[in-house]
Nanobody, 123 residues
Framework: QVQLVESGGGLVQAGGSLSLSCAAS????????MGWFRQAPGKEREFVAA????????YYADSVKGRFTISRDNPKNTVYLQMNSLKPEDTAVYVC????????????????WGQGTQVTVSS
């Protein structure tokens, strides 16, 4: 299966920015849509953003729309999440995954989850 490794997380003050990367290997990366999810303590994993296989179509949770941007570079087998205007409520472990189902927003449509990278936003 596809192996995914996230990086770029860290500690940032509210209003700051971080850029996350998800590097893929093991399968044909360009054949799959990709998504970012996050999970905070005491909460279930929630959808953040997704991107179609060719990068033409993007999808965002209402909570991050206008602040986060998802992109991909298929020759580099990498998907990115640029996070701006960060808020304390964005604090979570951010995980990327491969979409194999039909719905961009549902966890059940994704497989090959990465290990995640911690994002902490201080107030």
């Amino acid at each position: 299966q596809v192996q995914l490794v996230e990086s770029g997380g860290g500690l940032v003050q509210a209003g700051g920015s971080l850029s996350l990367s998800c590097a893929a290997s093991g399968r044909t990366f360009s054949s799959y849509a990709m998504g970012w999810f996050r999970q905070a303590p005491g909460k279930e994993r929630e959808f953040v953003a997704a991107i179609s296989w060719n990068g033409v179509n993007t999808y965002y949770a209402d909570s991050v729309k206008g602040r986060f941007t998802i992109s991909r570079d298929n020759p580099k087998n990498t998907v990115y999440l640029q996070m701006n205007s960060l808020k304390p409520e964005d604090t979570a472990v951010y995980v990327c995954a491969v979409r194999t189902g039909t719905n961009y927003y549902y966890t059940s449509s994704y497989t090959s989850w990465g290990q995640g990278t911690q994002v902490t936003v201080s107030s």
